[in-house]
T-cell receptor, first 110, second 110 residues
Framework: TQLLEQSPQFLSIQEGENLTVYCNSS?????LQWYRQEPGEGPVLLVTVVTGGEVKKLKRLTFQFGDARKDSSLHITAAQPGDTGLYLCAGASSNYKLTFGKGTLLTVNP | DSGVTQTPKHLITATGQRVTLRCSPRSGDLSVYWYQQSLDQGLQFLIQYYNGEERAKGNILERFSAQQFPDLHSELNLSSLELGDSALYFC?????????FGPGTRLTVL
């Protein structure tokens, strides 16, 4: 069974601070996705990383895929209240199976 | 807006009852996935249908069943409901690895 561990589980910070959340597994994935889920909504895809060592930037968000394709990180610079939400990572296997982590619940206080 | 619709938005029922959740996938998507989300278990994959046929099963209880109709909409049937079935139920459709989630149905079993 492929498992994805996300840390921290909860994170509460002040507006303007930087943060990093992690997604780790003992399994290799063909790609890794990050989703954000806001209260009362379904998860929405932020980014997909495919190549080991790949770094993708989305405005103030930086996503990195580990060299061995087993782990990933999401770094947010100068967090804003609009970044508040549940951040989920999901690992894709070759047969389109997607395994989700339990998520990091981020609260950015004004 | 993901293009995936789910009804109803909220459902309150009693233990022992049966309910049906409905999902319409994005136009053109043949795959439909059902997920259950709770605070302690995170986002759990239940079942996948592809073009009317069951494609994959996850952690779906025997009391739960699903089907996908010729027009590609899907229904998730939950029977003999227990208090522990209270959760958010999401439907997603996909093009490849990416999941497009609906807004979810919040089920409360009293």
């Amino acid at each position: 069974t492929q498992l994805l561990e996300q840390s921290p589980q909860f994170l509460s910070i002040q507006e303007g601070e930087n943060l990093t959340v992690y997604c780790n597994s003992s399994s290799v994935f063909s790609s890794l996705q990050w989703y954000r889920q806001e209260p009362g909504e379904g998860p929405v895809l932020l980014v997909t990383v495919v190549t080991g060592g790949e770094v993708k930037k989305l405005k103030r968000l930086t996503f990195q895929f580990g060299d061995a394709r087993k782990d990933s990180s999401l770094h947010i610079t100068a967090a804003q209240p609009g970044d508040t939400g549940l951040y989920l990572c999901a690992g894709a296997s070759s047969n389109y199976k997607l395994t989700f982590g339990k998520g990091t619940l981020l609260t950015v206080n004004p | 807006d993901s293009g995936v619709t789910q009804t109803p938005k909220h459902l309150i029922t009693a233990t022992g009852q049966r309910v049906t959740l409905r999902c319409s996938p994005r136009s053109g998507d043949l795959s439909v996935y059902w997920y259950q989300q709770s605070l302690d278990q995170g986002l759990q994959f239940l079942i996948q249908y592809y073009n009317g046929e069951e494609r994959a099963k996850g952690n779906i209880l025997e009391r739960f069943s699903a089907q996908q109709f010729p027009d590609l909409h899907s229904e998730l049937n939950l029977s003999s409901l227990e208090l522990g079935d209270s959760a958010l139920y999401f439907c997603a459709s996909s093009g490849g690895d990416i999941r497009y989630f609906g807004p979810g149905t919040r089920l409360t079993v009293l």
